[in-house]
């Protein structure tokens, strides 16, 4: 969890600096709340993986499973608020949202990959 938080932190600094020096030109204005959005599904993914590891990963799978499901269903919520609530790009919107779930996705194989490596 604690690489998941500093990967969210440099990822908050690397998007403040770009509306700081206005290169902010492909960041949507509510790109906080997607990062915050993501960092808390990390969050939930990883509570939800460290319950599965448990009682010899018997179960791991299935909460492994669980989290991708619950991700792309709480993702698909997640932009169906904000589009329905109406953006005034809802492409950049999206594209930054994209961009990010793919990050984070990409992040969190590579640290179960490490994990599952090791032991």
């Keep these: 969890m604690l690489?998941?938080?500093?990967?969210?932190?440099?990822?908050g600094i690397v998007f403040?600096?770009?509306?700081?020096f206005d290169a902010d030109s492909f960041l949507h204005p509510y790109i906080w709340y997607i990062l915050v959005f993501f960092f808390g599904l990390a969050f939930l993914a990883h509570r939800l993986m460290e319950f599965g590891m448990r009682n010899n990963?018997?179960?791991?799978?299935?909460?492994?499973i669980s989290t991708i499901v619950a991700r792309i269903i709480?993702?698909?919520?997640?932009?169906?608020?904000?589009?329905?609530?109406g953006l005034t790009d809802s492409f950049l919107f999206v594209i930054n949202f994209f961009a990010l779930?793919?990050?984070?996705?990409?992040?969190?194989i590579y640290g179960l990959y490490r994990n599952l490596r090791r032991d």
Excluded: D, M, N
Aim: glycine share 2%; charged share 15%; hydrophobic share 55%.
């Design 3 to 11: 690489r998941t938080l500093i990967a969210s932190i440099l990822l």
């Design 16 to 20: 403040f600096l770009a509306q700081r």
């Design 57 to 64: 990963r018997e179960k791991f799978v299935t909460f492994y």
């Design 74 to 85: 709480l993702s698909l919520i997640f932009i169906g608020l904000f589009l329905y609530k």
């Design 101 to 108: 779930y793919l990050f984070y996705t990409c992040f969190e």
